[in-house]
């Protein structure tokens, strides 16, 4: 049984974590299905926005599933522990690469790889009843991993992200709300649509529009000032402007 299940109506792709069973949680196969799905994305130009969801599990992601894979890699030899690890953590980078932005609708729990994969996607909508946590800390491990110290100090600020990190605490619904972790809280019947209304206005637009804003976001991210971000929006303004004069004059 495939633990990813993916589909596509129109521009818009969907994914959906398929183990309901074990909370979502990633499995050796579940990784490597993941790692098909980013390389499938990177330069499919069918698909201009992608909706991830956590489909009848009880929650949207448990993390690593710590009956199967999570032993395996602690009993590796330490190289191979650590080629396990990167492969991990580079799923992050790869929803970050890929052209098409992501919308993430969480349902239950967030843990973990779970967390991760809500703040490495683009847009985030929650259920009432979503919540998240930094749980590598609570089983022996730093709380920084899987982006984790990239990604939630950027979104929420460092005061609150550092007590999650160092804590495992759980960050309920309405506290991502206030803290501007996400961008829209719905009943759970409800948040699917709401992903629908907003991917398919985004399909709507220019796919090198999505695709090159989606980029000088993460690369501002990181940008060294002002005039970098400035340097960056005009260079795409002006290709996708000139773009558009060709193609239509």
């Known amino acids: ?6 589909r596509q109506e129109d521009k818009i792709g969907h994914l959906t974590l398929n183990r309901p069973d074990k909370y979502n ?15 499938a994305r990177m330069y499919d130009t069918k698909v201009s926005v992608i909706i991830l969801d956590g489909g ?14 999570g032993p395996e890699i602690f009993n ?3 190289v191979d522990a650590y080629n396990a690890q990167a492969r991990l953590s ?3 980078l790869g929803l970050r690469k890929i052209p098409q932005p992501i919308i993430c609708c969480v349902h239950g729990a967030a843990a973990g790889i779970g967390f991760s994969l809500a703040m ?35 979104l929420i600020g460092s005061g609150r992200a550092n007590e999650f990190l160092l804590t495992g605490n759980w960050m309920n619904a309405k506290e991502a709300m206030n803290l501007g972790f996400a961008s829209r809280m719905v ?17 709507e637009k220019n796919p090198l529009g999505l695709r090159m804003t989606k980029e000088a976001i993460n690369i501002n991210m990181d940008a060294s000032g002002l005039e970098a971000c400035l340097q960056l929006e005009d260079r795409n303004q002006m290709m996708l402007a000139f ?3 060709k193609k239509t004059g």
């Open 1 to 6: 049984m495939n633990q990813l299940i993916y």
């Open 25 to 39: 949680a990633f499995d050796k196969q579940m990784l490597h299905e993941f790692e098909d799905f980013i390389a």
């Open 56 to 69: 009848d599990g009880k929650g949207f992601c448990a993390g690593l599933d710590m009956q199967t894979l």
């Open 76 to 78: 590796m030899a330490p």
């Open 90 to 92: 580079r799923m992050m």
């Open 120 to 154: 490495a996607s683009d847009i985030r909508i929650l259920a009432q009843d979503a919540k998240f946590s930094a749980a590598y800390i609570n089983i022996g491990l730093g709380g920084a991993d899987m982006a984790s110290s990239y990604f939630l100090p950027r």
């Open 187 to 203: 009943p759970k019947d409800e948040m699917l649509d709401t992903a629908a209304i907003l991917a398919k206005t985004m399909s």
């Open 243 to 245: 773009g558009m004069h």
